[in-house]
């Protein structure tokens, strides 16, 4: 019995640990590149940015999108990977510099434009900057309203802006007093 645990353990930390080095990014992402994460972060937080509640930065979702797009996601990774591209090139045709550079304004009008497909066509070899812009904000929307456990909505930032308990499931919550 103890053999059996012992080697349930051992296969375990195992198999944790060659997911870290298979993963090979640093900062610990599992899909996006760092400074595609950063660039991810820029735009989640300019769809949900923070005022007096948690903006997507603060809930974690580009981490609910990274931890996704090697997961149930996989098939949304080469539209990751273009759409990146897509916007980058897109802020350096409007605006001469890296989207991250842009200030908060410059950032959204390029967001609008992306939204409207109004970005230039010829910038975007994968999905179009609108089905880009999509498929982006509705992976922000549920990593910040989603359950935590799936990578964002850290500190169920969302549930206590919209003054909700979090979900009780049954059986995990047996022991919680009354």
């Known amino acids: 019995m ?10 375990v930390a195992g198999a944790m640990l060659v997911g870290r080095i298979d993963r090979g990014r640093p900062g610990g992402w599992r899909f996006l590149t760092a400074d595609e994460a950063l660039l991810v972060e820029a735009v989640t937080e300019q769809i949900i940015p923070a ?5 997507a930065k603060d809930a974690g979702v580009v981490c609910f999108i990274d931890r996704q797009l090697v997961g149930p996601y996989r098939r949304f990774q080469e539209q990751y990977r273009t759409g990146i591209q897509g916007l980058q090139k897109t802020s350096q045709r409007m605006f001469g510099r890296p989207f991250l550079e842009l200030a908060w304004e410059e950032q959204t009008a390029l967001l609008e434009s992306l939204e409207a497909d109004r970005a230039p066509k010829e910038l975007w ?7 880009f812009f999509n498929l982006l904000r509705d992976h922000t929307m549920q990593g910040f309203y989603g359950s935590p456990r799936h990578g964002g909505n850290r500190n169920y ?5 919209l003054g909700l308990e979090y979900p009780r499931v049954m059986g995990q919550n047996r022991y919680a007093k009354q």
Do not use: I, L
């Not at 103890?2 to 296969?11: I, P, W």
């Not at 930032?157 to 802006?161: A, E, G, I, P, R």
């Open 157 to 161: 930032c969302s549930y206590k802006m």
């Open 125 to 131: 070899t994968g999905p179009s900057a609108a089905e």
């Open 51 to 55: 005022d007096k509640d948690p903006g």
């Open 2 to 11: 103890s053999v059996a645990v012992g080697g349930a353990a051992t296969g």
